[in-house]
Nanobody, 129 residues
Framework: QVQLVESGGGLVQAGGSLRLSCVAS????????SGWFRQAPGKEREFVAA????????VYTDSVRGRFTISRDNAKNTAYLQMNSLKPEDTAAYYC??????????????????????WGQGTQVTVSP
């Protein structure tokens, strides 16, 4: 079992930066791929970025590539999402998620929400114009 707690959200002006953190409890975090998803008001939750167990593979949705960076520190059981050049359309609740990988998984982490059984409670990011 993995429990996830996000932090770092807040209110920022367009063009600003925030760094989200996701602290995981449990001993299996090193065996988990980790992802970030977001949900804006009135919209479905969508994939943002994901990182493999060792950090060697990362994937991003097109709208954040080049602005956001996902990373992890397994020694601290923590995943991060560095968000730069924020836009009002980035306003959403951001969720950290994780899944335990298997030997049959490829190197690249999964983008599908259905693959992630472990979720945090979310942290709000609001970007003002």
């Amino acid at each position: 079992q993995v429990q996830l707690v996000e932090s770092g959200g807040g209110l920022v002006q367009a063009g600003g930066s925030l760094r989200l953190s996701c602290v995981a409890s449990g001993r299996t975090f090193r065996s988990c791929a980790s992802g970030w998803f977001r949900q804006a008001p009135g919209k479905e939750r969508e994939f943002v970025a994901a990182i493999s167990t060792g950090g060697g593979y990362t994937v991003y949705t097109d709208s954040v590539r080049g602005r956001f960076t996902i990373s992890r520190d397994n020694a601290k059981n923590t995943a991060y999402l560095q968000m730069n050049s924020l836009k009002p359309e980035d306003t959403a609740a951001y969720y950290c998620a994780a899944y335990v990988t298997s030997p049959f998984d490829g190197g690249s982490p999964d983008r599908r929400q259905s693959r992630y059984p472990y979720w945090g409670q979310g942290t709000q990011v609001t970007v003002s114009p």
